[in-house]
Structure formats: C-alpha cells, structure tokens
Antibody, heavy 124, light 108 residues
Framework: EVQLVESGGGLVKPGGSLRLSCAAS????????MSWVRQAPGKGQEWVGR??????????DYAAPVKGRFTISRDDSKNTLYLQMNSLKTEDTAVYYC???????????????WGQGTLVTVSS | SYELTQPPSVSVSPGQTARITCSGD??????AFWYQQKPGQAPVLVIY???ERPSGIPERFSGSSSGTTVTLTISAVQAEDEADYYC???????????FGGGTKLTVL
C-alpha cells in the first residue's frame, strides 16, 4: 500500500523559512517522480513543483508563485521528499500535500497518490 | 496564465445523475484528471486521462471530453458522493499543472 506521510508544518513569521518532509513507503521511491501541491484555507488546489527521479536527472520545476523561494529535493536512501521554503509570505499559508507524479509533458501530469498534508501558517 | 473553469456548485437528488464541467483552451491537447475531496481529507483521483477510472473507484464515476470542455459524470448519485470535485490538466507547454477552482457537489 502506498503511504505518504508529511511532517514539518507549523507557524512561521513572514520572511522566515521552513522545511517539510514526506516519508514514502509501499512503492519504489527512487524510481518515482514526486510533487508538492498546496491548498490555502477554503481555496482550491495549487501545484507547487515537481522533482524527477535520479535516473531522469533529478531536475525540478516550480510554479511561478514559489520559483526562487522554494526548493524540492529528495533522499532516495531515506525514501524521503523535502520542500525547503524560504522568504515565506502570508499567501503561502496552506496545507501542503506530498504526491506521486505520473504522466508526461505531451499528455499531462497527474497525482495518483496523496499524503494527508501538513499545515503551514505564515503569520506575524 | 492558463485557467480551468468549473461551476462553483452542482446539486442533485440521490439516484440522479450529476454532471460537472471543466473548460480550458488546452484541453484538446492535454488530458484532464478529476479529484474528489471530502472535508478534512486529501484529494482522491477518480478519473485520469479524460475517462479512465483508477482501480477501486465505483463504475458510476465516468469522464468524457469534447473540444475545450471535459465532463465528470456521476450516475445514480449517493449521499457519500457529496464532496468537492477538482479538474486538473496542463498548459500547452506541458510544464505547468493547473487545477480548476473546484465544484461543490451537494446531494439534496
């Protein structure tokens, strides 16, 4: 059974930093492309970014609102995905979900499995 | 930026058919995906590649595509289907991922 368990959320002041972790199990993590998706309170889903597998270059892509501030990384030896968030803004307040990523550039990407999410609150 | 447009709400009585639409200019070139989200829970993929159903999803969930509009159809709606439904696709570059604003399905 695929399991994704996020941790590291909490309250942080504007301009601060936070690192989220996602422990994965039930599938071959090293082969998987992974992603982060967030949901602000009372709002819809927003894609944050993705990371390819090491075999595919471990490259990353980010949504415009977080580019240059957020960094996705992975440790395949620990089956763990990370999201380093710097220069946080109040509008970054959201539940952050770790997801698996399937699909392709030509036909589209989708999120087959989701964790339960971790809440990040950016407030003074 | 690219957008997907969904109606904010749809209401149906139990046993009826619910149809939720999603419109976007890139939909003729990119597959659409649908997620169900109940309060306090993570989203669940219910339709992928426009019309495919993941294992474990009831047969009453189906998807279709026509031009710039995709449709999620839920036949013989049950009370447990009450949830928010989000469509998702990509832009024409295939790099960005976009979600629709979500549709709240109310079972009367």
């Amino acid at each position: 059974e695929v399991q994704l368990v996020e941790s590291g959320g909490g309250l942080v002041k504007p301009g601060g930093s936070l690192r989220l972790s996602c422990a994965a199990s039930g599938f071959t993590f090293s082969n998987a492309w992974m992603s982060w998706v967030r949901q602000a309170p009372g709002k819809g889903q927003e894609w944050v970014g993705r990371i390819k597998s090491k075999t595919d270059g471990e490259t990353t892509d980010y949504a415009a609102p977080v580019k240059g501030r957020f960094t996705i990384s992975r440790d395949d030896s620990k089956n763990t995905l990370y999201l380093q968030m710097n220069s946080l803004k109040t509008e970054d307040t959201a539940v952050y979900y770790c997801t698996t990523l399937s699909g392709s550039y030509s036909l589209g990407w989708y999120f087959a499995y989701w964790g339960q999410g971790t809440l990040v609150t950016v407030s003074s | 930026s690219y957008e997907l447009t969904q109606p904010p709400s749809v209401s149906v009585s139990p046993g009826q058919t619910a149809r939720i639409t999603c419109s976007g200019d890139a939909l003729p070139n990119q597959y659409a995906f649908w997620y169900q989200q109940k309060p306090g829970q993570a989203p669940v993929l219910v339709i992928y590649k426009d019309s495919e159903r993941p294992s474990g999803i009831p047969e009453r969930f189906s998807g279709s595509s026509s031009g710039t509009t995709v449709t999620l159809t839920i036949s013989a709606v049950q009370a447990e289907d009450e949830a928010d439904y989000y469509c998702q696709s990509g832009d024409n570059s295939g790099t960005d991922v976009v979600f629709g604003g979500g549709t709240k399905l109310t079972v009367l």
